[in-house]
């Protein structure tokens, strides 16, 4: 019977041992920061998507800005690849000028 009871009392050795040491997991989604707000309040229910792709659609928009692609190609390019219209992208691209890209040239 005490042959028995070694796994088990091994296993929970280790267990504590393991759970103790462990390191904390982060915390999942990342919070928010205030320009991320700031975007997703004038985008939501204007730009098709949710939230992560919102974010995901402000932070390309710059990207693009920033890399030397003209308003007008970012406005276009986004409105084709999320099925948006032109004045769906113009809105989004504003609002990621006004909360991400603020140094953007164009």
Request: one cysteine or more; a neutral charge.
């Amino acid at each position: 019977m005490r042959l028995r009871m070694v796994p088990v009392t091994a296993a929970l050795v280790l267990g504590t041992l393991f759970g103790a040491t462990a390191p904390q997991a982060a915390a999942w989604p990342v919070p928010l920061t205030a320009e991320d707000n700031s975007y997703l309040n004038a985008t939501r229910g204007v730009f098709p998507g949710d939230d992560d792709q919102l974010l995901s659609v402000g932070r390309q928009m710059c990207r693009l800005l920033y890399t030397g692609t003209p308003a007008q190609a970012v406005i276009d390019q986004m409105a084709g690849q999320y099925a948006a219209t032109p004045d769906q992208a113009r809105v989004a691209l504003q609002a990621a000028r006004r909360a991400y890209c603020t140094q953007a040239p164009g």
